[in-house]
């Protein structure tokens, strides 16, 4: 086996790049893009996304070429001296005023009469927030193993969507699907690090190995996956609101700018996500809306767990607060106020069908976590109190959100999924899913599911390995489409099973799969994302934070989340994923800001920072758990909510408004000393 | 340069370059697969070891220092009934650490154990400080520790008895 090392451009932007190698030892060689044919991985924004770049440069750190060996370290070592020239440009960093050459995407939409909406408003607010970029901290850095077996390429790689690892190979090798096996790996959690990204190194040893003839592995250091692979994107949103005497929203005007770095193929899916998210929770009858993805010569930018929408809720809640403060009211007030109610629309899109239980979730979330009483109570220490010198400094907040488990992308791969089940004459239970490289967690849920529908034992089902179920497509697999979409599917072929079971003889198959509606089938044409608002899980989370006193570092103290995601089949497995995720996002909310023009290791080190013994108290509570009907995604419920209400703790806390996550302890010192 | 130590109970001569660590001559050499060290900080934890019985972050460790020294790893006590007690325990309490993290966690509860048979919170905590992956459910992993603990109590007790 042939160990590769990267050799990756020193320069932010540039032209026609030349790698320069010194003669190699016995052994060793170089890949670089002219070796391979001109093809682009992924049809992103002008020029696609390569294999290895060369005419264009578009990040410092990007990948130019491999050097192959059979000792990794002489590989590295090789590799770190190449010498790299090219026709340097200046690279483009600033994203917030861009120019019309970086939008990779745009999406607009207006609804209602804006102007004549601000003009009947009492209160105007206009206010722009920012959020920072974020490490996926997932538990292995990337790689890629491939060889050739024949004529077939195998290919070993921890992706969350094999299905288009696999188109994509096929395109970019010249090579029939059908002579492609990929076999997905362990992940852990990967929070949608490993959507997109994985298929580039997978390419790359491919690539090796076809050329060398030999089988080659790239595995990344975790310093090189730090710093030179996919992040959250950062995001700026500017809120202009117009309000009526009672704070009810009367007007928004939204404009959305997701930074996403050189590239990233699902900016469209990062909008979309971003603009439905923003107007999904409270209801106002003129909106419009401008949401741009950015291009910028920095890493690739992209999803976090909920893919655009943490930005979206983390501004919209930050707005309410701001606005329940110029109301010199309580925000739980000025939110229940707006709060989105059955039958209500967002975007002209017809009258929301199903009931939204967001009303229910904000008075019970209250009650659970005390709220009022609290937050009474730590406004009148900030105000006996404003320079925080005499000791405690704490804060609550609440805030609302949901997840669809649905893609708005019109790219219909990203939406279909598929399975298989076979009962056996033996009643054992065969499913085949690509899909099945999800968690033990999940297919524990999805034992159990099979095994009440049909009354078998769950010993008796199995789950075919992934790179055996290649003919039954499949979306990306993210945190809720396992609990939602595939749930959904599995439940539907055991259903259908069991209805044929005592008329006709075993073995017994069904297939089902699905496809979400096209955005363009949306009757108004107007918002594709409200459709969707009906198969949604919603979510209410209250944050209680303490800052030390001493180091500015906020500390969170409880967490309270109340939930409505329709029928929760294992609650022990649906209270761990929440609390698990609840702890990585809290871990988010206080993390180091990624900044790509000056990071190192040290920055990703210093992330581990939420301890097992500073966990806050985490209380869940679900909404009729035990009724019948669908059961839906809860895993992004924590991402989208809590950087939200963290925040809006942090700003009662402060008394200041940074408008800004995250924040460490010396830039809270630093504002505190400030006010 | 030559190292002489003995790893799971084999006495060994292991190849290491200047530099290597603990952990990089271990894989490399032996191919002790349970590690799988990440952060290279001591951080992480992936790459806990007990050296002499004492329990290391084995990236921490220079490779020559090693030498003469007594090395357990996962593999070499994962039949112990004790890693027995802690597997149950994560399956009743449905605890699944990862992949990457789960032969550490056992090995930090495992150390846990052998030194507090009765371990309270702020032990537990302690010893859970030691991996940090957020693969698994915090509270899932604290009951799972207590019961574990039960466990092993029980099974001591009553072979004793």
Not at chain 1, 530 to 540: E, I, M, N, T
Request: hydrophobic share 40%.
């Amino acid at each position: 086996m042939l160990f590769a090392s990267t050799i990756r451009s020193p320069f932010h932007r540039g032209r026609n790049a030349k790698v320069g190698i010194d003669a190699l030892p016995k052994g060793y060689s170089a890949i670089l893009a002219e070796d391979l044919p001109r093809h682009s991985l992924f049809p992103s924004f002008k020029d696609g996304i390569p294999i290895f770049a060369s005419e264009q440069i578009s990040y410092r750190g990007e990948a130019l070429g491999l050097i192959l060996g059979p000792d990794p370290g002489s590989c590295d070592e090789l590799a770190a001296t190449a010498r790299v020239e090219c026709e340097e440009e200046e690279p483009e960093q600033e994203w917030e005023s861009f120019s019309s050459s970086q939008i990779a995407y745009h999406y607009s939409a207006e609804y209602g009469d804006l102007e004549k909406m601000f003009a009947a408003s009492s209160t105007e607010l206009k206010e722009v927030y920012r959020n920072g970029i974020f490490d996926h901290h997932y538990s292995e850095p990337m790689g890629a193993l491939s060889f050739w077996d024949k004529e077939t390429l195998s290919v070993h790689c921890a992706t969350q969507w094999p299905d288009d690892l696999r188109r994509r190979l096929s395109g970019a090798l010249s090579l029939s699907e059908a002579d492609i096996v990929v076999h997905p790996t362990e992940m852990g959690r990967t929070l949608d690090g490993r959507l997109w990204y994985p298929t580039i190194v997978a390419a790359q040893a491919a690539a090796a190995s076809k050329i060398s003839g030999k089988p080659v592995r790239i595995l990344y250091t975790r310093e090189e996956d730090f710093l030179h692979t996919t992040k959250q994107a950062r995001s700026a949103v500017s809120i202009r609101s117009g309000s009526d005497d009672q704070g009810r929203l009367l007007a928004l005007d939204i404009v959305i700018l997701i930074n996403i770095g050189a590239y990233n193929p699902l900016a469209p899916e990062l909008v979309y996500q971003a603009a439905s998210a923003i107007t999904g929770i409270y209801f106002c009858p003129a909106i419009r809306i401008e949401a741009y993805a950015i291009r910028s010569n920095t890493i690739p930018l992209g999803a976090m767990g909920s893919v655009g929408a943490t930005h979206a809720f983390f501004a919209i809640e930050a707005h309410m607060n701001n606005l329940a403060q110029r109301y010199s009211k309580h925000p739980a007030e000025i939110k229940a106020l707006n709060i989105l109610k059955k039958g209500q629309s967002t975007f002209g899109a017809p009258g929301l069908s199903a009931d939204i239980p967001l009303d229910r979730i904000h008075r019970e979330l209250q009650l659970v976590s005390d709220y009022p009483r609290k937050y009474a109570s730590y406004e009148l220490v900030k105000k006996r109190d404003p320079g925080c010198r005499e000791g405690i400094v704490r804060g609550i907040a609440l805030t609302l959100g949901y997840q669809t488990g649905r893609s708005f992308s019109e790219q219909s791969t990203m939406n279909s999924y598929s399975v298989e089940a076979t009962l056996d004459r033996e009643l054992k239970l065969l499913i085949k899913t690509q899909a099945a490289i999800g968690s033990e967690a999940l297919k524990t849920m999805w034992r159990k599911t099979a095994a009440e529908i049909l009354s078998i034992q769950e010993e008796h089902i199995r789950f075919l390995l992934p790179e055996n179920t290649h003919s039954l497509p499949s979306g990306p697999m993210t945190l809720s489409r396992g609990s939602t979409v595939i749930q959904h599917l599995i439940e539907k072929t055991c259903r259908s099973i069991q209805k044929k079971r005592f008329r006709e003889s075993l073995p017994l198959s069904a297939k089902a799969r699905t496809r979400a509606p096209k955005a363009s089938s949306s009757p108004e044409g107007l918002y594709p994302g409200a459709q969707l608002l009906d198969s949604a899980s919603w979510c209410g989370t209250a944050v209680e934070v303490e800052i030390d006193a001493l180091t500015g570092r906020p500390i969170p103290l409880a967490v309270w989340m109340v939930i409505d995601a329709g029928r929760i089949i294992s609650m022990q497995t649906a209270l761990a994923s929440l609390r698990a995720s609840t702890l990585s996002a809290l871990a988010l909310c206080t993390a180091n800001d990624f900044d790509p023009a000056s990071a190192g290791i040290d920055d990703y080190l210093a992330d581990f920072n939420l301890r097992m013994r500073d966990l806050p108290d985490i209380h869940i509570r679900f909404i009729d758990p035990d009724r019948n009907g669908a059961a839906k995604g809860i895993g992004e419920l924590p991402f989208v909510t809590i950087p939200a209400a963290f925040y809006s703790a942090l700003t009662q806390a402060l008394g200041l408004d940074p408008r800004q996550l995250p924040l460490k302890g010396g830039e809270i010192l630093r504002l505190l000393e400030g006010s | 340069m030559i190292i002489d130590v003995t790893v799971n109970g084999v006495p060994r001569h292991l190849k290491s370059r200047s530099g290597d660590r603990l952990v990089d001559m271990l894989r490399k050499e032996l191919k002790l697969l349970s590690l799988s060290p990440d952060c290279l900080q001591g951080r992480c934890g992936k790459c806990l070891v007990f050296m002499d019985g004492r329990i290391v972050h084995s990236c921490l460790v220079p490779a020559f220092k090693a030498r003469a020294t007594t090395i357990l790893t996962f593999e070499a006590i994962a039949k112990n009934p004790e890693v027995k007690d802690i597997e149950k325990a994560f399956q009743i309490t449905q605890t699944q650490p990862c992949p990457f993290c789960r032969s550490a966690k056992i090995m930090a509860i495992f150390d846990l154990l052998s030194r507090i048979p009765l371990p309270g919170e702020e032990d537990i905590l302690e010893a859970l400080d030691m991996v940090s992956c957020p693969c698994s459910d915090p509270l899932g992993l604290i009951q799972a520790v207590k019961l574990a603990a039960e466990l092993r109590n029980k099974r001591k007790f009553s072979r004793e008895a």
